[in-house]
C-alpha cells in the first residue's frame, strides 16, 4: 500500500500482487484502506498522474524544472510548454509505468457499439459499458481529442469523463458531450478552432483508448 502525494518508481512491483494507492487518507485510512483489502468496496478511482518507469524516464530533469531556482520555475518554451504531465509522456513517446487515468477493479469492463456525433455546436460521444466480471463495480469512461498538426497542441488531451457503477453482467450506454468551442487553440493572439480532422479516442486511461474516431470540423 502507497500513502503518497506524488509519483514513485516502483522497481519491486513485479514482486507483489498488487498495489494500493490511498493517497492523502486522513484519520480514517485504516477503516477506508481495510474495505478495500477485503473486497467490502471495489476501489474505483483512477490516477491523475502518470508513474514512471524510473526516475530518469520523466519531464523533470533538473531543478530548473522542480523545484525551481530562484523563485521561477521553467516549463519550457513554444509547443515544449504545453506538454505538461501526460501530454509529455505522449509526445515524447515515453511508455510510462502507469498511465494518467488508469486503474484497476475487482472486476472487469469492456467498452463496445461506440458512437461519435457533432452538430457543428457540440461534440457527442456514445458508448456501451459491460461489467463483464464477477463483482459489482465502477468504470471511469474517458475521452481524449488530438488537434490538427497545424494546432501546435499536444498530440491527444483528456476532454471529458464520467464514472459508471454497474452490478456484475449489467450494461450501460453513457454520453460524453463537449462544445466543439472547448478544442480551440490560442494562435497569433486569440482563440480560434482550427480547420481539420480531429482525432477522438474513447477508453480507460490515456494510453488505452480501444475506440478511436476522425471527425472533420471547420
Known amino acids: 500500500m502507497l500513502n503518497t502525494g506524488n509519483a514513485v518508481v516502483m522497481p519491486w512491483l513485479k514482486e507483489v500482487q498488487g498495489v494500493l494507492e490511498a493517497w492523502y487518507p486522513g ?120 488537434d490538427p498538426p497545424s494546432a501546435n497542441e499536444p498530440p491527444r488531451q483528456l476532454r471529458s469523463f464520467t464514472r459508471v457503477a454497474l452490478a456484475r453482467g449489467n450494461s450501460q450506454v453513457v454520453t460524453l458531450s463537449i462544445p466543439v468551442s472547448s478544442l480551440e487553440a490560442y494562435l497569433r493572439g486569440s482563440f480560434e478552432l482550427i480547420p481539420g480532422v480531429y482525432r477522438v479516442g474513447i477508453g480507460q486511461s490515456s494510453s488505452d483508448l480501444s475506440k478511436t474516431y476522425e471527425v472533420a470540423l471547420s
Do not use: C, M
Open 27 to 146: 484519520e480514517e485510512d485504516g477503516t477506508a484502506v481495510a474495505k478495500v483489502l477485503t473486497g467490502a468496496v471495489d476501489p474505483s478511482g483512477r490516477l491523475p498522474i502518470t508513474f514512471p518507469t524510473s526516475a530518469a524516464a520523466q519531464p523533470i530533469t533538473s531543478a530548473e524544472e522542480f523545484p525551481g531556482l530562484s523563485d521561477r520555475v521553467r516549463f519550457g518554451t513554444g509547443t515544449d510548454a504545453l506538454d505538461i504531465g501526460y501530454r509529455w509522456y505522449q509526445a515524447h513517446e515515453v511508455a510510462p509505468l502507469s498511465p494518467f487515468g488508469f486503474g484497476l477493479a475487482y472486476t472487469s469492463f469492456r467498452l463496445s457499439d461506440s458512437s461519435v456525433q457533432t452538430n457543428g455546436e457540440r461534440l457527442v460521444v456514445r458508448v456501451k459499458v459491460s461489467n463483464t466480471g464477477t463483482q459489482s463495480g465502477a468504470d471511469i469512461v474517458q475521452l481524449y481529442v488530438g
